[in-house]
């Protein structure tokens, strides 16, 4: 494969002065030969993103759908990575774009074929992506789900096959299992509890294999924000254990939808501590001829963790979605302080278990490990400091979730070092053209920003009707929207919102829709494009689905997207002079320009959005037209 600049180095130039040249070239002549629009928004941003490579700064690049973003970002990117040596990274929001931007006829391909350029590019997904070789086994042995042995009948025969490992190849990602639910691959899905390094197949596990696969790119490494965020956050913990980082170094970054990235950063700083986890790995290392001592300390451990969650439930109030307030007393706090206490005994004594080899070694790894998180999660919940708490449900079980302290300082810290360009593309990301709310929200003190329009003639393709009425109105006027025939995405502010409204459907339109969570969103998606299903529920996809021509022709926003009413949004309220004016109502200005961004994707599609507001907000209706792209109709 050529990793040669794709254009002509002369000495009486910098190299980004010929990268200036080359992109004047190459858009307003090679690619509009080969039946691309000549975009002036495009060649615009692509310039603009040139400067900051040279300057190494934070470019916050705003351009209106139809732009040409990839395009203008992909270019400058590859020629950086080439004249660095360095590869890039495309960071997206989720599986979903990229499973946009890497689709055979997709931009990367497109530009590929039109510039006749081999473009290296190789895909980086979250650990929770990939299938877990051991969960997956755990699960067999528990359950005769049909899911799993159909997973097991797909599997690579060199996983458990005596044969040489130049034979293997990448496998195991969540997209090869389209028909799997999700709680059915959160059973088999690599989990946090997982100690790899003990693994005894961890050579011929898919996500080694991917990651040995991505590290050795030229070009492009395509990857989510959540597992960027994973990269940064490990990133001296793993060099410290002697560990290669999640990425291998790189020229720049491209956040794709970066006004995204601040909720990657909070899942990623994340600490989890589940109601169950340390009950079975601890029950599974209560074997025969394990000392006295150890057994106690655990039995008292495992006492004493069920009672900090009884606790926990008892003094945890519902939100508007399903992170819980805690209502911390003293009693929780001792508890929380006692658990750690044994934590650290029972590891003392795990030094002495580990010599007898009574207890086999990679599940004492993976208790010990799990034991270490514990005690600093723990340690964070019984601390007076700003950490952010908060208590979920998942799949029927409680589980606590730590995060150490608003990401602002963290990233500030670890990302804008100013020694990196990072290039921040979407079609949202400054308030009535502001872009403070974001750079705050970040901790972005220096940036160079534009903000450019859409080229599409909106007042000629796109409606926006105003559905005014009480909340108890709304399944009716729902129902009779979805009555019409036609591909409408119907977008909620919860999963909650979600599946209440699908609850209350009458049945002959139930059969009509598809909705998140269901299956996997890659399927589901596909399937919506292809009109196989008419009408898709989602509360996640206000962003990033590109769904062109018939494909999707009316969208209906059910909820005003505000942040929620949780303990996360609540301390950043906290920090605000106004909560509402600084917090709540830029996040839904930006939320609903982008879900109504997900209508018109070229410039032959057209379409109506329904915008449905209740009465108690009708005041905000100002505000909200000022955003818009057509006032209301």
Not at 210 to 234: G, K, P, Q
Request: glycine fraction near 4%.
């Amino acid at each position: 494969m050529s990793t040669k600049i794709p254009f002509q180095l002369v000495k009486d130039q910098t190299f980004f002065e010929s990268l200036n040249d080359w992109l004047g070239d190459t858009l307003y002549d090679d690619l509009t030969e080969k039946g691309f629009e000549c975009r002036d928004e495009q060649i615009y941003m692509a310039f603009q993103i040139e400067q900051a490579l040279k300057d190494k700064n934070v470019l916050l690049a705003e351009a209106g759908v139809g732009t040409g973003k990839t395009i203008a970002y992909l270019l400058p990117a590859l020629a950086y990575a080439r004249y660095t040596g360095k590869p890039a990274v495309i960071s997206c929001a989720d599986e979903t774009l990229i499973d946009q931007l890497i689709k055979e006829e997709g931009d990367i391909q497109k530009l590929s074929q039109a510039l006749d350029l081999s473009i290296d590019v190789r895909l980086a997904k979250a650990r929770n992506q990939y299938i877990c070789l051991k969960r997956l086994e755990e699960t067999s042995n528990r359950t005769d789900e049909e899911f799993v042995d159909l997973v097991e009948d797909e599997l690579p025969d060199f996983i458990y096959a005596d044969r040489s490992l130049q034979s293997v190849f990448p496998y195991g990602v969540r997209s090869d299992y389209p028909y799997l639910k999700d709680e059915e691959w959160e059973m088999i899905n690599y989990h946090p509890i997982q100690q790899c390094a003990a693994c005894d197949i961890r050579n011929r596990c898919g996500q080694t294999i991917h990651r040995n696969h991505y590290r050795e790119a030229v070009d492009l490494i395509i990857c989510s924000h959540d597992f960027y965020m994973e990269h940064l956050w490990t990133k001296e913990s793993r060099v410290r254990q002697g560990q290669l980082p999640l990425l291998p170094e790189v020229s720049m970054v491209v956040f794709d939808e970066g006004h995204l990235l601040e909720y990657s950063a909070q899942r990623a700083l994340t600490y989890e501590v589940q109601e169950q986890t340390i009950v079975q790995l601890l029950e599974r290392i209560m074997v025969d001829g394990i000392r006295e001592k150890s057994l106690q300390l655990m039995e008292q451990l495992l006492d004493i963790h069920e009672l900090f969650f009884k606790q926990l439930r008892e003094r945890a109030t519902q939100n508007d979605n399903e992170r819980l307030t805690i209502n911390k007393n003293d009693e929780m706090m001792r508890l929380a302080k006692k658990a750690v206490s044994l934590s650290n005994e029972l590891l003392e004594e795990f030094v002495f278990e580990g010599e007898l080899y009574v207890i086999p070694e990679y599940d004492l790894k993976i208790v010990e490990e799990y034991l270490e998180q514990y005690i600093y999660s723990m340690e964070l919940f019984a601390d007076q400091n700003d950490a952010v708490d908060w208590l979920e449900n998942r799949r029927d079980e409680s589980t606590l979730l730590i995060m150490p302290r608003l990401v602002t300082s963290i990233l500030k810290e670890k990302l804008f070092t100013g020694e990196m360009p990072i290039v921040f593309s979407s079609a949202t990301l400054s308030v009535e053209k502001s872009f403070d709310y974001l750079a705050y929200s970040l901790g972005i003190e220096s940036y160079q920003s534009f903000s450019i329009e859409s080229p599409f003639d909106y007042e000629n393709v796109m409606k926006i009707h105003l559905e005014q009425g009480v909340h108890e109105d709304n399944i009716e006027r729902l129902s009779k929207l979805l009555s019409e025939e036609e591909q409408t995405l119907v977008l909620f502010n919860s999963k909650q919102s979600m599946m209440e409204a699908y609850e209350k459907l009458p049945l002959e339109l139930q059969v009509l829709v598809a909705y998140e969570g269901e299956r996997s969103l890659s399927s589901l998606v596909k399937d919506f494009q292809q009109r196989k299903v008419q009408v898709f529920f989602s509360y996640h996809l206000w962003e990033g689905l590109d769904l062109p021509n018939e494909s999707l022709t009316r969208v209906i926003i059910f909820d005003l997207p505000f942040p929620p009413k949780d303990p996360l949004f609540e301390a950043r309220r906290q920090y605000a002079e106004d909560a509402f004016d600084e917090v709540d109502l830029p996040f839904m200005l930006l939320r609903l320009r982008q879900g109504i961004g997900r209508l018109i994707r070229t410039s032959e599609d057209a379409g109506s959005i329904h915008l449905f507001v209740e009465p108690e907000r009708s005041e905000l209706l100002p505000v909200i037209e000022r955003v818009l792209p057509v006032p209301f109709s």
